[in-house]
Nanobody, 131 residues
Framework: QVQLVESGGGLVQAGGSLRLDCAAS???????????VGWFRQAPGKEREFVAA????????YYADSVKGRFTISRDNAKKTVYLQMNSLKFEDTAVYYC?????????????????????WGQGAQVTVSE
């Protein structure tokens, strides 16, 4: 069982930056690099939506159009940690952000971009952007 714990959320003014960290622990089948990782978010009254995802190495990344050019996902497999650097934050980025892991994967090129593609989730971190 893999546990994911997010940290780094908070309140920031529009135009500001925040970084979310996601630390993985527990029993991973194989190494942490056997898991693709992603970030999702959920605003009040809305469905959980894809934000960003990274392959096992972090070299291949995907982003939602709404955050492309502003957010960056990265990972440190040795530290079992995933990061989401968020710059130029907008009011509409306000949501609970969830870290997710998918694996262990047979094909390391697999990078899910849907909620159903992930089998491990963190508890969420609130990000509030004031106008």
């Amino acid at each position: 069982q893999v546990q994911l714990v997010e940290s780094g959320g908070g309140l920031v003014q529009a135009g500001g930056s925040l970084r979310l960290d996601c630390a993985a622990s527990g029993h991973t089948v194989g190494t942490f690099s056997s898991y693709a990782v992603g970030w999702f978010r959920q605003a009040p009254g809305k469905e959980r939506e894809f934000v960003a995802a990274a392959s096992w190495s972090g070299v291949t990344t995907y982003y939602a159009d709404s955050v492309k050019g502003r957010f960056t996902i990265s990972r440190d497999n040795a530290k079992k940690t995933v990061y989401l650097q968020m710059n130029s934050l907008k009011f509409e980025d306000t949501a609970v952000y969830y870290c997710a892991a998918a694996g262990p994967l047979r094909g390391r090129g697999t990078v899910p971009r849907s909620v159903s593609g992930y089998n491990y989730w963190g508890q969420g971190a609130q990000v509030t952007v004031s106008e």
